[in-house]
């Protein structure tokens, strides 16, 4: 009997091995090769090859030379994010209590951009929002744009298409929560005397908090990344920090830098990560 | 909510405690970068191209593989385009692939093969001439048998001849060539007629796009502060850098782009913009509204160039073909549908029985008058493309 316990125990193990090879080879390596490239002497070239100089300076560097970028794409992120969230609680909410028969057809509806690329629904964002094109001419119709006001190459029309694109990320956990609530703890609630908005903060919300906490992060840690958005949407002074790495590392030909400053972004969303995580009581999530 | 430090009593791997081994393998990591481990560095990329030949199989295998950029070259599935008159008269099969959309990138995709002397599968390979002068320093490209392609000597056009980076083609054959000026819809604005202009008009304000290839776009500006783009030195390039974020910082500059500035164009998101002179022609047929201008600080001059990577195993095919290419009437063939400038010589002539609309088209067939204003950027030091590309993107947002 001993001996099966055994057995079973380290078949457990067995299991792990295909994963964490895959994640040692890909994740780990890499990572390291990373940290090892951000420690590079700076005044390396494809030409003379790159030597190790422990050279954290490139940290200091990168985060003088590129706070506003990161410090924007981390603001941006988090728009996006709040965006979604006021947006995506209120869909999957509909979907989850209100949506009888359609519910299944709405949670296609949602997941249904995903069948086109990324890249083609953004550049069709820049149809939507163009100078000459329905919504600027309406909004400077009603005088909130001004007559030559625009939105492409704004702030706005940048964090629009992030909350856009993150969207179905936050709706589809945010769903999978608010779908599980049990409609008695509600009817509960209300022979209780709490009024529905009562009802909501005390039952509800609590109970979706899951779903918020992965939506957010779902949301939140891609955005901060994307550089597609500032790209396409956005003008040079609504650069993101995803295409400053970009084009230091295949056009600058920056390596350290670029990894020095990729090192940076993925400490500090992890900090943020951690914190977030902690401070919303929902560590049994990760 | 927090789980006891025993992890939840859930058979011993709680998700704590992974989260913790995780944290121990990072940290193992980290401590093994403190250590010196043999992938550190990373050896210089510069080779020896008399060390990194193939033997050439060219005589008994008939085959030739090329990697070009898309929408340039005639359709080759029709049996008459020029690529299939090729294989007909050599019985030489070529293996055609567009896979070259970014010189960066493409750089990117090839750097570690060709920086240790391997095979990258590919007889020939089509970039931008500061691309291919970076290649050929880094020893990446073979020099081309002089005598096997007589039509290019006879043939190119003057203004490619002699260029600081190969001035005796030894390693590149021009594929096509074309100029970097000034593109404005005539529906929506008067004409622009300098750069100078295109940077200050206050009515273009958020309405201009100018080019994400450094190059190019720095090339005017360095006219723009009065220096030369052919032979610039640092203090010029840094008062033109400095020119170009007072320009980005008024907002007179709505983006910085590659092709996609034409469909800004024709949809009035932008009125003028820095523009390539193939694009522009090509939009003309959608939109005679469309112009392209010489601006009065002339024009870039730029080609993209045939070259033979390392360890090539069809290099005899390979130069079959650049000699093909420079058959005047097969330039004409050609020129006839990628609109963009034709190296070579007696083409123009040629052109006359091809499409007879199209020989007096000067971003064709450019006049000497159109030649006598272009301008090259000088080749740069590897030092020099990390720290000026470094500049230019923290600029424009690339």
Redesign the interface.
């Known amino acids: 009997m001993s001996e099966t316990v055994r057995k079973r125990g380290s078949t457990g193990y067995f299991l792990l091995i295909p994963g964490v090879l895959w994640l040692a080879l890909f994740f780990?390596v890499p990572?390291?090769?990373l940290?090892?490239t951000s420690?590079?002497d700076p005044?390396?070239?494809?030409?003379?090859?790159?030597?190790?100089t422990y050279h954290w300076a490139n940290y200091w560097d990168a985060l003088q030379?590129y706070w506003q970028p990161l410090v924007r794409s981390l603001a941006y992120g988090a728009l996006a994010t709040l965006f979604c969230l006021l947006l995506g609680y209120v869909l999957a909410y509909a979907i989850a209590f209100k949506a009888g028969r359609w519910k299944n057809l709405m949670l296609v509806l949602v997941i249904a951009p995903f069948f086109t690329s990324f890249l083609v629904r953004t550049l069709s964002w820049?149809?939507l929002l163009?100078?000459?094109g329905f919504i600027v001419n309406t909004l400077q119709f009603v005088h909130i744009l001004g007559s030559d006001g625009?939105l492409?190459?704004t702030p706005v029309a940048v964090i629009a298409g992030l909350t856009y694109n993150f969207l179905p990320f936050m709706v589809l956990p945010l769903y999978a929560s608010i779908d599980k609530i049990d409609g008695r703890l509600i009817e509960a609630s209300s022979d209780l005397y709490a009024n529905p908005f009562v009802g909501f903060f005390k039952v509800t919300w609590p109970l979706s908090l899951p779903g918020v906490v992965s939506g957010t992060l779902l949301t939140f840690i891609p955005a901060v990344g994307d550089y597609i958005n500032?790209?396409l949407l956005?003008?040079?002074?609504?650069?993101m920090i995803g295409?400053?790495i970009q084009?230091?590392?295949?056009?600058?030909?920056?390596y350290p830098?670029a990894a020095a400053l990729s090192v940076i972004l993925m400490v500090l969303i992890v900090g943020m990560v951690l914190f977030y995580v902690r401070r919303a009581?929902?560590?049994?999530l990760? | 909510m927090v789980q006891g430090p025993t992890g939840g009593g859930r058979g011993g791997l709680s998700r704590r405690g992974l989260l913790k081994a995780g944290g121990g393998v990072a940290f193992a990591g980290v401590s093994l970068a403190a250590l010196n481990l043999p992938f550190f560095g990373v050896d210089p990329r510069k080779v020896n191209p008399a060390d990194c030949r193939a033997t050439d199989v060219s005589a008994s295998q008939k085959k030739l593989i090329i990697s070009n950029w898309p929408a340039y070259i005639d359709p080759i599935k029709k049996p008459t385009s020029t690529l299939r008159v090729f294989e007909d008269q050599t019985g030489i099969s070529v293996d055609y692939t567009d896979d070259v959309n970014d010189n960066n990138e493409f750089y990117a995709k090839v750097k570690n093969q060709l920086g240790s002397c391997q095979t990258i599968n590919r007889d020939m390979i089509v970039l931008t001439d500061w691309m291919a002068a970076r290649m050929i320093s880094l020893g990446w490209i073979q020099p081309l048998d002089k005598g096997s392609v007589p039509n290019l000597h006879a043939n190119l056009i003057k203004p490619l001849q002699g260029r600081q980076w190969d001035p005796d083609l030894t390693f590149h054959a021009p594929w096509q060539s074309g100029l970097t000026g000034i593109a404005y819809n005539a529906a929506k604005t008067g004409e622009v007629k300098s750069f100078e202009e295109l940077l200050t008009r206050p009515e273009l304000n958020g309405k201009i796009s100018l080019l994400s290839e450094m190059r190019d776009t720095m090339g005017f500006m360095l006219k723009v502060v009065g220096a030369n783009p052919s032979d610039f030195t640092d203090d010029d390039w840094a008062n033109a850098i400095d020119r170009l974020r007072e320009v980005v910082a008024s907002g007179q500059v709505r983006a910085f782009t590659g092709n996609e500035y034409i469909q800004d164009l024709a949809a009035g998101n932008i009125v003028a913009c820095e523009a390539w002179s193939g694009d522009v022609i090509q939009a003309q047929f959608d939109n005679p509204d469309i112009k392209f201008i010489a601006p009065e600080e002339g024009l870039s001059l730029w080609s993209d160039n045939m070259l033979v990577p390392n360890l090539a195993e069809h290099q005899a095919n390979a130069e079959k073909w650049i000699d093909y290419y420079y058959d005047p009437e097969n330039a004409a063939k050609l020129a006839a549908w990628v609109n963009y400038i034709c190296p070579v010589n007696g083409a123009k002539e040629a052109m006359e029985k091809v499409d007879p609309s199209l020989v007096d088209n000067v971003l064709i067939f450019p006049d000497d008058e159109t030649l006598a204003v272009t301008f090259d950027f000088m080749p740069l030091s590897e030092k020099q493309i990390t720290a000026y590309q470094g500049e230019f993107d923290d600029v424009t947002g690339g």
């Open positions: 780990v990572l390291y090769s940290v090892a420690l590079f005044s390396g070239s494809d030409l003379n090859g790159y030597e190790m030379s820049k149809l163009a100078d000459d625009r492409l190459a500032a790209q956005g003008s040079p002074n609504q650069r295409s400053v084009s230091l590392f295949t056009d600058a030909n920056d830098a009581g929902t560590e049994d990760l």
